[in-house]
């Protein structure tokens, strides 16, 4: 819902709900029919299913197919029942393996994807209930607690600490904070007020009022991509190509034969059968039951690797890949904030800030992303410690404090965003003043690590002189600077090794990512991937389509692209003849995967970026994608064995029969 154009989240409540036609109350069972009615289900588009007969329809259509009943027809018409039937039975059952096949991958896919039942806790005739996602409409109210996946985009009419982890919309792997309120810029990466279907509730729990579902939802459009008709894969056009050459050389010799007896003055008859034998002998009859037969094979050993293929020919596309595209988030990395540094206010290596601020997260009950990074890397940070008081984080104030005792101290422990922190700091650690200098210090710290692609924390505390009492802000003032923690979100351990196995077969690496092109760039590095230039999304949109076809060629790294950027990219790198692979895992990724020559997608991945994909690797595993591309080269060089030893014997054998037919007294070969 807009008003007269403008993004929901820019509209003042009060209006979303005339504009609506609801209350803040939630919806009466007899509203939601009629709104599921006007709006259609919460629910993607889905790609266009094939049914089995239009299958082996499009099969059958193919040039190679043609040819092969032509044959076989014309060897029956001519009393060859025995050869013509075999023919016949070769290309049937060649079609049948390869229609099984593909159906059996794609109901695993399916499988996968219904593994999850997803509901929604929505206000219905007064009282919230337990609904499918699908069922929900414009207007509904809906509660959203920690770790639900958002099921529309809503606005957030109440807050609690709510934060959502939009790395499936957007590739920022940092929880982003939401809460009531009215924004004026028109961009969904600054609309705090509102949630998007697809991201996931990371802490808190909020109150938020449906505004947008299924195809109308901002990432709508990403999805209904899978709705438009899949453009031929490069194997399917290669093969088309050797179809089509094969019927004009087979057509061309059989008309200069049929032409060259007729002027010898040889009876019409014998010519045409003579000819027609030599248009069947011509066939590469095999080459169905090849391909099919060598594709499966690589099919059953990718499933071996863990691996659905979802499309027989995506194994021998796979091996044609000669640029692979990736989001960041998830395939690249590990999808989970880590601690990466714990520094001194002087900004050396030192345990101790981490070791607070481990410790006021668990004595405070904190458990967002970066408070389980922190205690992930301390065992038992509160050993011998008590919480006396908590003054819980809020983001009004951007802290949280604890006051604890231990065994040798008495602590007030405060941490949170670096700006909010610092200016309540009147000393550092070692004892100096934090004056204007010191203070510029460590804010020029925490852009370097900003700098780096690192997230910073800061840590103060100060020595509690008397007995434990409520926490006010005036206690959170006369801090002492102890450090600063900075986070990360670290490389798959086996990406490194994985790239360069890709850059040795020829395949390059490009980094497609919806994230800051700062972390983007210090990513690239840590993988082993050359990124001097790392282009933005603003930066994309600024060029032409001619112009985007260069660049993409001397650029590996992209950040804060959107969807149909990705989609653009992958398209240009295909205007220069590469044949693209990409592998994603988010809703943002499913136009790059549609467009891509294959589509390559996880596990964990959402249900729109798995329906998007050819293949579905059941481990995260760049290793995997490297494996597959030597998979699809064996599985091409076995086709082609047989296309050439075919070729070579089928045209050598059916030439020398046609000139020998010029100067022998009989036919040498008819079709019977």
Request: hydrophobic fraction near 50%; charge should be neutral.
């Amino acid at each position: 819902m807009a008003a007269q154009g403008k993004p929901f989240w820019t509209v003042p409540v009060a209006a979303m709900l005339t504009g609506l036609g609801c209350t803040a109350d939630g919806l009466s069972t007899g509203a939601v029919e009629d709104r599921r009615t006007r709006y259609g289900a919460n629910a993607d588009s889905q790609p266009r299913k094939v049914g089995p007969v239009r299958a082996i329809m499009r099969r059958l259509a193919e040039p190679l197919s043609l040819i092969l009943l032509a044959a076989g027809a014309v060897s029956v018409a001519t009393g060859d029942a025995v050869g013509g039937t075999i023919i016949l039975a070769i290309l049937g059952l060649s079609i049948v393996l390869d229609t099984v096949q593909e159906g059996q991958a794609l109901k695993a896919a399916e499988m996968l994807r219904r593994s999850v039942a997803v509901k929604a806790e929505a206000k219905r005739d007064g009282a919230f209930v337990a609904v499918d996602v699908g069922a929900l409409v414009p207007g509904d109210l809906v509660r959203i607690r920690a770790g639900d996946i958002i099921p529309a985009d809503a606005r957030v009419l109440e807050a609690n600490a709510f934060t959502c982890d939009e790395a499936a919309l957007t590739g920022e792997p940092y929880p982003v904070r939401k809460q009531p309120g009215v924004i004026a810029s028109a961009l969904a990466a600054d609309a705090d007020n509102a949630v998007f279907r697809g991201a996931v509730a990371q802490t808190g729990e909020a109150l938020a009022l449906v505004v947008h579902t299924g195809r109308d939802s901002l990432f709508g459009e990403a999805a209904s991509a899978l709705a438009e008709a899949q453009t031929p894969s490069p194997f399917q056009r290669d093969l088309h190509a050797f179809g089509l050459l094969t019927a004009r050389l087979t057509l061309a010799l059989v008309l200069l034969v049929l032409t060259a007896h007729m002027l010898f003055g040889r009876p019409v008859l014998e010519s045409l059968m003579f000819a027609v034998a030599l248009a069947v002998g011509l066939t590469p009859e095999l080459l169905p039951m090849i391909t099919t037969v060598t594709l499966s094979r690589g099919a059953l050993r990718m499933a071996a690797r863990k691996v659905i293929v979802k499309r027989l020919a995506a194994i021998h596309d796979l091996g044609a890949m000669n640029v692979l595209c990736t989001d960041k988030t998830g395939t690249l990395t590990e999808a989970r904030i880590t601690l990466a540094k714990s520094l001194d206010p002087a900004g050396a290596e030192d345990p101790r800030a981490a070791t607070l601020a481990a410790l006021a997260a668990h004595l405070g009950g904190d458990r967002g992303a970066l408070d389980a990074a922190l205690l992930d890397c301390r065992h038992d940070p509160a050993a011998g410690w008590v919480m006396e008081e908590v003054r819980a984080f809020d983001f009004s104030r951007r802290l949280g404090s604890v006051l604890a005792q231990g065994p040798d101290e008495h602590l007030l422990i405060v941490k949170g965003a670096p700006e909010a922190v610092l200016k309540l700091c009147a000393t550092r650690r070692d004892g100096s003043i934090m004056d204007a200098a010191a203070q510029g210090q460590a804010h020029a710290l925490v852009q370097a690590l900003a700098g780096d692609g690192l997230r910073a924390v800061a840590v103060a505390s100060k020595p509690w002189p008397g007995a434990p009492r409520e926490l006010t802000a005036e206690d959170e003032a006369g801090l002492v600077f102890e450090g600063l923690c900075a986070f990360a979100d670290p490389p798959k351990a086996t990406a490194a090794a994985a790239i360069a196995r890709l850059a040795k077969a020829g395949v390059r690496l490009k980094i497609l990512s919806g994230d800051d092109p700062v972390v983007v760039k210090r990513l690239a590095g840590l993988v082993g991937l050359k990124a001097d230039e790392v282009l933005s999304g603003a930066d994309v949109a600024a060029l032409s389509d001619a112009a985007l076809a260069v660049r993409v060629r001397q650029v590996d790294a992209y950040g804060r692209l959107s969807p149909d950027q990705k989609s653009r990219i992958v398209k240009a790198l295909q205007a220069r003849g590469a044949v693209v692979g990409f592998l994603g895992d988010g809703i943002n990724d499913a136009p790059g995967l549609k467009a891509a020559d294959i589509g390559l997608s996880v596990e964990g991945a959402t249900g729109v970026a798995q329906a998007a994909a050819d293949m579905i690797l059941l481990e995260s595993d760049l290793g995997v994608v490297a494996d597959g591309v030597e998979e699809g080269r064996r599985t091409f060089v076995n086709i082609l064995k047989y296309v050439r030893m075919a070729a070579s014997s089928n045209f050598g054998n059916m030439l020398s029969m046609a000139a020998a037919s010029l100067f022998l007294p009989f036919l040498p070969m008819l079709p019977t």
